[in-house]
Nanobody, 120 residues
């Protein structure tokens, strides 16, 4: 089972932007749904955005209008564009995905997380 690898986190000032990427660490057939989650210190992990295999998207109310989830099916890579960042967006961001290995094998994998810190 391959892992997902996130990248693109970092430190940014309030009002700034970051783009996170998520890609599998090895060879796969395809990805079905993909999601981005975040966990701030002392808080539960929350779903931030999700994108289906046909490109339908949904967002948590707290990020609607500021974050955009997208995917490149040819590269089996997902993205989270984060604009107008706020200090309350500070968290470790994780991606997960339903990975298709074969017609009979679909498994959910998670990434290791990438830190996003927004300074005021």
């Amino acid at each position: 089972q391959v892992q997902l690898v996130e990248s693109g986190g970092g430190l940014v000032q309030a009002g700034g932007s970051l783009r996170l990427s998520c890609a599998p660490s090895g060879s796969i057939f395809s990805i079905k749904a993909m999601g981005w989650h975040r966990q701030a210190p002392g808080k539960q992990r929350e779903l931030v955005a999700v994108i289906t295999s046909d490109g339908s998207t949904d967002y948590a109310d707290s990020v609607k209008g500021r974050f955009t989830i997208s995917r490149d099916n040819a590269k089996n890579t997902g993205y989270l564009q984060m604009n107008s960042l706020k200090p309350e967006d500070t968290a470790v961001y994780y991606c997960n995905a339903q990975i298709v290995y074969s017609i009979s094998t679909i498994l959910v994998s998670w990434g290791q997380g990438t830190q996003v810190t927004v300074s005021s």
